[in-house]
């Protein structure tokens, strides 16, 4: 097999540091698998800016474009916080990142091991057997995107402020495909959430996601949820979901909803899937942790380098087809997690380790 290359975009605050373990979990699986790994760093964000005066150079979209997936850290921070805002990296890095890939669908799995369920705050009582689903996000469209999207002085002298929410029938279309093929590898079951009692994009959305399944998946069992009620159902009772599949911003806000129910923003990966096929034939991708560069324990080995771990296995999966070692590391973090190795999110203010011991187990795990 070809060596793996893929673009390493580590970031700002915890994102080198849960990066460099990702890596050292993944120079093992491949030393153990004969995989060749070709990984290229380069910078992005906050330390892109402070090194190149742009969150996102050139040559990062050269190198990024040259690999057949991206592993991403985070983005981000309050050393940055005083540019324009549409300078700022977030803004400025990882929106144009996906935009430019076209990466549209981004799917974030909500896992609760059984042995963690206390460290939800649901509490062991409501979900005995921990929680396993799913949120498939529509992830280059709707507000983020639309255009206008500005902030104007009116004549009377009031400052009026504009995102516009828009979605095309296609881009309804391909995010169902998407999360009907989770929902076929799963329960056969999708949630789509919307919210078609007031807005248009909303409607067109229902009446795309139905007509797509009745058409393509008859199969699956299609329900609807307002995103309203989609909020207060996954704190009542998060395993009644299987796969849900909702628009971009819906999903940014259901999705930490999710993670938090699931115990630890720490342990929330994520792949962001485009259109485009990578040089194997796979889809190009982007693999991130969903928990941001938490600047407050930043440098000081207390990070949970779990969701960067995971990430770096979904890479496997998606972008380089390898189920098997993906699982390994997966099953990994599960075993370490389970026999009681865990950072200070997920110790319940029990013994806790650092970011490297925790890795360390992983690949201890890995044997
Ligand atoms: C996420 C993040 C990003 C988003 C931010 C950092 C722009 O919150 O990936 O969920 O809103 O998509
Ligand atoms: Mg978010």
């Not at 997936?69 to 700022?88: C, D, M, R, T």
Request: hydrophobic residues 45%; proline residues 6%.
């Amino acid at each position: 097999m070809p060596a793996l290359k893929f673009a390493v975009l580590a970031g700002d605050y915890i994102g080198p540091e849960v990066m460099s373990e990702a890596l050292r979990v993944l120079t093992v699986v491949a030393r153990q698998e004969n995989l060749m790994l070709e990984p290229t760093p380069a910078d992005v964000g906050g330390a892109a800016i402070d090194r190149h005066g742009s969150a996102l150079p050139d040559a990062t979209l050269k190198i990024c474009a040259a690999a057949d997936a991206i592993l991403f850290g985070s983005v981000g921070g309050p050393k940055w916080e005083k540019l324009p805002p549409a300078q700022q990296p977030e803004r400025a890095a990882l929106l144009p990142l996906r935009k430019h890939f076209t990466l549209f669908a981004n799917i974030r799995p909500g896992l609760l091991y059984r042995e963690l369920t206390d460290a939800s705050p649901l509490k062991t009582a409501r979900i005995p057997n921990g929680i396993d689903i799913l949120c498939i996000r529509e992830l280059t469209g709707g507000l983020y995107f639309g255009l206008p999207k500005q902030t104007i002085t009116l004549p009377d002298g009031d400052v009026q402020a504009v995102d516009t929410m828009v979605y095309r029938r296609s881009e309804i279309e391909r995010i169902t495909a998407t999360a009907i093929t989770a929902a076929r590898s799963r329960k056969k079951k999708l949630c789509s959430v919307d919210k078609a009692n007031v807005l248009e994009t909303s409607v067109l959305w229902r009446k795309t996601v139905t007509a797509y399944v009745a058409q393509h998946a008859p199969d699956i069992t299609l329900s609807h949820l307002y995103v309203d009620n989609a909020a207060m159902q996954l704190v009542r009772d998060p395993n009644q979901f299987d796969v849900f599949v909702t628009e971009n911003m819906f999903g940014d806000i259901l999705s930490d909803e999710m993670a938090v129910v699931c115990g630890s923003l720490g342990m929330l990966s994520s792949a962001s899937l485009g259109a485009g096929q990578n040089s194997r034939g796979l889809p190009f991708g982007l693999y991130e942790p969903a928990g941001g560069t938490a600047p407050d324990i930043a440098g000081k080995d207390l990070a949970n380098p779990c969701a960067q771990i995971l990430s770096a296995a979904l890479m496997l999966r998606y972008s380089f087809g390898l189920e098997a070692p993906a699982a390994r590391i997966e099953a990994a973090v599960k075993r370490a997690v389970v026999a009681g190795t865990r950072t200070a999110d997920i110790a319940f203010g029990g013994k806790s380790v650092g970011t490297r011991a925790m890795a360390d187990a992983v690949i201890a795990h890995l044997a």
